[in-house]
């Protein structure tokens, strides 16, 4: 089992910046892609970001291209997103997710979930 909370969120400016944070126990975050997801009220989970288990190969939504980053520190069982030039459409609650199965990038298998962080863009 692998548990994720995460941190980071808040209310912040169009323009502005924030760095989401998610933290593992349970097992290494090595043997996972980890990605991030968020929802908006009344909409689906979409995804954000991925970043593969091991090495830097990362994978965007086409939304968040040139603004977001994501990436990890195994050594800290951390993954994290940072987050620029936030807009108002950004805003929704954010999930770290752990997938430990499918193929990189687009059919991976998230096996675990995190409670979510508010982000909150204002215009």
């Known amino acids: 089992q692998v548990q994720l909370v995460e941190s980071g969120g808040g209310l912040v400016q169009a323009g502005g910046s924030l760095r989401l944070s998610c933290t593992a126990s349970?097992?290494?975050?090595?043997?996972?892609?980890m990605g991030w997801f968020r929802q908006a009220p009344g909409k689906e989970r979409e995804f954000v970001a991925a970043?593969?288990?091991?090495?830097?190969?990362?994978y965007y939504q086409d939304s968040v291209k040139g603004r977001f980053t994501i990436s990890r520190d195994n050594a800290k069982n951390t993954v994290s997103l940072q987050m620029n030039s936030l807009k108002p459409e950004d805003t929704s609650v954010y999930y770290c997710?752990?997938?430990?199965?499918?193929?990189?990038?687009?059919?991976?298998?998230?096996?675990?979930w995190g409670q979510g962080t508010q982000v909150t863009v204002s215009s």
């Open positions: 997710a752990a997938a430990a199965g499918g193929n990189w990038p687009r059919t991976l298998r998230w096996n675990y």
């Open positions: 349970g097992r290494t975050l090595s043997n996972y892609a």
């Open positions: 970043i593969i288990w091991r090495g830097s190969s990362t």
